[in-house]
């Protein structure tokens, strides 16, 4: 089993940069893809991003291309999200999960699950 603590949301002005975390807990941690997924106000959650255990990366989404990166840290239990160039439509709260499988855009078939953290991007 593993449990997942997310940190690093905040208030953010358009254009600026945020940086997630990902802490896992729990053993076999590189055996995990862990996917990033978002739920803006009022709106479903939507997969973001995934990382696959040896580190690579995919990314959803056009509006986050180019935009967003995820990077893994196997020796701390720990998986980014960097977020550049924010923008009012990024405001969500932010999840990370965790499978094991094959990333996956769909949330449906993640086991375990942190409990959020805000984002919000405002002047």
């Known amino acids: 089993q593993l449990q997942l603590v997310e940190s690093g949301g905040g208030l953010v002005q358009p254009g600026g940069s945020l940086r997630l975390s990902c802490v896992a807990s729990?053993?076999?941690?590189?055996?995990?893809?862990i996917g990033w997924f978002r739920q803006p106000p009022g709106k479903e959650r939507e997969g973001v991003g995934c990382?696959?255990?040896?580190?690579?990366?995919?990314i959803y989404g056009d509006s986050v291309k180019g935009r967003f990166t995820i990077t893994r840290d196997n020796r701390r239990n720990t998986v980014y999200l960097q977020m550049d160039n924010l923008r009012p439509e990024d405001t969500a709260m932010y999840y990370c999960?965790?499978?094991?499988?094959?990333?996956?855009?769909?949330?449906?078939?993640?086991?375990?699950w942190g409990q959020g953290t805000q984002v919000t991007v405002s002047s």
């Open positions: 729990g053993s076999a941690f590189n055996l995990y893809d």
């Open positions: 999960a965790a499978l094991r499988g094959y990333c996956s855009r769909d949330e449906t078939p993640y086991n375990y």
């Open positions: 990382t696959h255990g040896g580190g690579s990366i995919m």
